[in-house]
């Protein structure tokens, strides 16, 4: 028995299972079907047919999947997708409408004082003493009359309403802002915004659609802006020898957040206004987003306006470059400062990764609080012809000049210590004690040691400009928590409130 030399032959006897058109009728010899046909075959098979992924697919992976594109199942996952966006900022917004009412709020240096510098008196109400008791003395000196009973009327302005000389004065105090003096933190504030009898617990969604709309956009086209700018851009940085680690190569990814900021600032004008605003229907200024968009366009200067005005273009510009800078380009560099030698990150060491964005975190809330602060109170004020707004907390009487006068005002004429202390003292103590001291919510302390305790935080209006820090920090800690439990995440970044 004769063996073959090769097993070619014999392998070649059965060449329709690995084709993938139907066989010809050519003449040619079987050995020479397989050899040619097969490559072009499979190439026509795999490339015609497959649809080139797109980030939309990403929604759901059977999108992608060949045979058309299924309308029912996309209109699904946007729909989900939708749905689960607005609950997570239902659940986020209390705390949001809390923060932004504090960084609004204004609260003056002579707050709850009197003219002469001293802090306003409650005077308890007492039994009138025998000498009041009675009608003025009949031999009184007309050219001396002395202290009087009856107190002399306040000044008015040209339309007869009393001229508020004081924040702390519940007689002109309107009846739809929240009294100064009640919240010390974003909690606080909350609570007070869901008892006050002009708000409720409703209150605490003001501007909620607004907020869904615009972080839905702005996590939409950030990443579009971006690529489009690498796509345009990459070849310019490649020729000037950029690579992709380093802090040059920041400018398209900032560039990028800054363009979306830029587009979206009206919705962010309009969630401003719309949760800074009375809840209460009759001094209700704006009844939507819709609403708000078109009286602001109509009143103050147009589209023109709404995007280049000074106060809005500036602090937009500045919230938008300072975030993402310190967000994106401060991990990597404390990184190298806390861990020398030691290539850290989310793969190969988390928990040093996550230490080192908390760290980076809070120092970007110590470099960006104050210019969120100033871009919101310079929100709030309308421009043009539009009528003043009507706020839930008090606002400057009057307007800032810009950030810088906006930073300077609120350093030296506010003060941080909330609630304002009340000095309650009886009219015969007034009288018989003067000198030795004040009743202060049930203590007692010198006139000289009034202002002796409190610190430059407190007195000066540092504390107004990091509203809702320790919240923003909580939440930090609290992610930073998680992150070390589950042993850290794909996503990198800073989370915030």
Known sequence: MNNPSSLRDLYSTNPSTWTFSPPSNSTSSPSSAPISSPP???????????PVQNSIFELSPSLAEPGGLDLGLLLKTLVASAILEYTTTAIAMPWEVGKCLLQVQWIPRDAGQGDD???????????VSDDESGEESYFADPLNP??????????????????????????????????????????????RLGRFRGEGWLALWKGLLTECI????SSTMQPLIHNALQNLFTPNLASLHISPGSYTALLIPVASHLITG????????VRTRLIVQSFNPQHRTYTGPIDALQKITRDEGGLRGLYLHP????????DNIIRPLI????????????????????????????VVEFASSCIGLLATLPFETVRRRLQVQVRGRAQPLKTCVEKRPIPY?????????????????????????????EKGKEGQGEVVEGRTRSRGQREEHVSIWRKTGLGQLYRGLSMRLGAGAIVFVLGVLTGGGDESGWAEL
């Not at 615009?214 to 956009?217: C, E, H, P, Q």
């Not at 830029?262 to 004008?269: N, V």
């Open 146 to 191: 002395g202290p009087s009973r009856y107190p002399l009327p306040r000044p008015a302005d040209e339309r007869g309403y009393v001229v508020r000389k004081n924040v702390m004065e519940e007689s002109t105090r309107p009846d739809y802002v929240i009294p100064v003096g009640s919240a010390d933190g974003v909690w606080a504030m909350m609570k």
């Open 117 to 127: 510098g001293e802090l306003a008196t409650e005077e308890v109400t007492e039994e």
């Open 214 to 217: 615009s972080d839905m956009l």
């Open 401 to 429: 000049n810009g950030v810088v006068d906006a930073l300077w005002h609120i350093l030296t004429e506010e003060r941080s210590d909330l609630p304002v202390e009340r000095v309650v003292t009886g009219r015969n103590e």
């Open 311 to 318: 106060h809005l273009l500036i602090p937009t510009v500045l």
């Open 327 to 354: 967000s994106l380009g401060l991990p990597p560099l404390l990184a190298a400062r806390l861990f020398p030698g030691t290539l850290v990150s989310i793969e190969n060491s988390p928990v040093a990764w996550g």
């Open 40 to 50: 072009s075959s499979i190439s026509s098979h795999t490339f015609s047919s497959r």
């Open 262 to 269: 830029f587009i979206l600032s009206p919705l962010d004008l």
